[in-house]
């Protein structure tokens, strides 16, 4: 028996050329087949940047689905096992949900796919052993830069930075979907009983609240879904002139990023477009009103704008996974964990 701790590093087994594991029949499926990819994006027919992806052959047509893409992507535990999960763009891929048990094994490695979970619809299991799911096994060495032989710069002194009181604080709510986000303690927030399909969105055509003054401009927000309203293409939030009708996005539903100023709230949703951003505080509310508050345009922060959603989806749920705490991985694959797993 060997104790270990370190970090749980899987670049070693992601390829750039395509899926490490391609085409894995699940035992109780006959028809699909599941290809899967630590770390780097893969393209696979319809599947474009995912991280796993199935593929189906019905009556001869041959298709693929994307089931998780790379910059969703969060380590999970649930219970004692260790799970990297990845999530899809509700929109595109109908809210698929990915979990990946890593099984520490240092003699092989191996994918499985158990496929489909029949408890919960829309989510997929497999399971990945490898020597690189054990801590410290597999962790890329830090090479020390070296010594400078130069003479050093001239010291610059930099003022610090303005607080700014306005934009929420790096998210300490792990988001695993676009409408939805947990915290290490296991509470969550899930915002998905308010989607709207219908392509309108849920608030349309709000005015400033009061006592904000009005400033000739309607605007609309859809939680979850993207909305399409004249140039407003695929957004979360659309600003309309009142004068002239003409439509400005500002954030797009693709965009959406949970974030909190401290562990369990508040939390904000925040929506980014091309040069605006708008940020979405989400209110706890009793009972089964919902209700959009249209701050506007913030007065200290250029093309940003501000509104609270009260809702009681807002509140916090107890229960589910438990989050390990900074793991909000969009662009990374390795978790410094400080565990301590027994194996033989």
């Not at 689905?65 to 992507?73: C, E, K, P, T, W």
């Not at 929109?91 to 796919?113: I, W, Y």
């Not at 001239?154 to 409408?179: G, I, K, L």
């Amino acid at each position: 028996m060997t104790d270990g701790s370190g970090m749980v590093d899987l670049h070693r087994l992601g390829r750039k050329d395509g899926p490490a594991f391609r085409d894995i029949l699940s035992p109780s499926e006959f028809s699909d087949f599941y290809s899967y990819n630590p770390c780097y994006p893969f393209s696979l027919g319809s599947c474009r940047d995912a991280a796993a992806c199935v593929s189906t052959q019905t009556h001869g047509v041959h298709m693929e689905n994307s089931l998780g893409s790379q910059d969703r992507a969060a380590f999970v535990n649930i219970g004692s096992n260790l799970y990297i999960a990845y999530g899809t763009d509700r929109n595109d891929s109908k809210g698929l949900l990915s979990l990946v048990q890593l099984v520490c094994d240092r003699h092989q490695e191996s994918f499985e796919a158990q496929g489909p979970n029949p408890q919960i619809t829309g989510q997929y299991l497999f399971t990945l052993r490898s020597p690189c799911a054990c801590p410290g096994m597999c962790e890329t060495p830090v090479t020390a830069p070296p010594p400078h032989t130069t003479a050093p710069l001239t010291p610059v002194t930099v003022p610090p930075p303005t607080p700014n009181t306005t934009r929420p604080a790096q998210a300490d709510c792990v988001q695993y979907s676009n409408c939805a986000c947990m915290f290490q303690n296991r509470s969550y927030i899930d915002l998905t009983n308010l989607e709207q399909t219908s392509g309108e969105p849920l608030f349309k055509d709000h005015h400033l609240s009061p006592p904000r003054h009005e400033d000739g401009f309607y605007y609309s927000f859809n939680p979850c879904v993207p909305f399409t309203e004249g140039k407003c293409e695929d957004v979360a939030v659309c600003r309309r002139s009142s004068l002239n009708g003409s439509e400005v996005s500002l954030g797009k539903q693709d965009s959406s990023t949970f974030a909190t100023a401290n562990d369990n709230g508040p939390v904000s949703i925040v929506y980014a477009s091309e040069d605006r951003t708008s940020i979405v505080s989400l209110r706890c509310t009793e009972g089964k009103r919902n209700r959009l508050i249209v701050l506007g345009a913030d007065p200290n922060v250029p093309n940003t704008y501000e509104f609270i959603l009260e809702s009681p989806q807002c509140c916090l749920h107890k229960g589910g996974t438990t989050a390990v705490r900074g793991s909000l991985m969009w662009t990374i694959c390795a978790l410094t964990l400080l565990l301590v797993n027994r194996w033989r």
